[in-house]
T-cell receptor, first 116, second 114 residues
């Protein structure tokens, strides 16, 4: 089965450090999403890309978060500097379809980030 | 505006009981898609079902069934004869056509006790 691969699976870091999370979407998928899951807020959309171009990153704190797709096989989410409130599980999801499609997305296993 | 409400935060049932998870959505559009995802204790998000707004037929898949009612903007999920392996957080989600994001409800944590 094709799957979305996220690395690392778990990350513990000290406040102020830079954190980079990586996502390998399913080959051929043209849309990539980053979601954050916390107990308080549930699943929140941070950013998403179509054909590697950012479509919406309004859910992301701009001062410390950045999301990129250097190529079609890699999406990155970077936090610099990290803060304890960034502790969460970060999910990447990818999908493919025509503009009128209502297809769902495949999620990766997530990166559990703990900032101490 | 799009919104998904899962009013039940946590539900606990005894094995073999039936349980229904509620989902109410809000959207101004006439074309949209509804989803359910399961998040077991291992943490991954598992796709369960997709429904488009023009198809109100109920769906059954084994012990799972879904009731879509546009009149009440609801898309409820029933598990029949629940099992311990059904213990998970279940998310309802809404999406509009195209490469648009899923909007999730807050989830319902289901605990099935043996």
């Amino acid at each position: 089965d094709a799957r979305v691969t996220q690395t690392p699976r778990d990350k513990v870091t000290e406040m102020g450090q830079e954190v980079t999370m990586r996502c390998q979407p399913i080959l051929g998928h043209n849309t990539v999403f980053w979601y954050r899951q916390t107990m308080m807020q549930g699943l929140e959309l941070l950013a998403y890309f179509r054909n590697r171009a950012p479509l919406d990153d309004s859910g992301m704190p701009k001062d410390r978060f950045s999301a990129e797709m250097p190529d079609a096989t890699l999406a990155t989410l970077k936090i610099q500097p990290s803060e304890p409130r960034d502790s969460a599980v970060y999910f990447c999801a990818s999908g493919l379809g025509p503009p009128g499609g209502g297809y769902g997305y495949t999620f990766g296993s997530g990166t559990r980030l703990t900032v101490v | 505006a799009q919104k998904v409400t899962q009013a039940q935060t946590e539900i606990s049932v005894v094995e073999k009981e039936d349980v229904t998870l509620d989902c109410v959505y809000e959207t101004r559009d006439t074309t949209y898609y509804l989803f359910w995802y399961k998040q077991p204790p291992s943490g991954e998000l598992v796709f369960l079902i997709r429904r488009n707004s023009f198809d109100e037929q109920n769906e059954i898949s084994g012990r799972y069934s879904w009731n879509f009612q546009k009149s009440t903007s609801s898309f409820n999920f029933t598990i029949t004869a629940s099992q311990v392996v059904d213990s998970a957080v279940y998310f309802c989600a809404l999406k509009h056509p195209g490469n648009t994001p899923l909007v999730f409800g807050k989830g319902t944590r289901l605990s099935v006790i043996a």
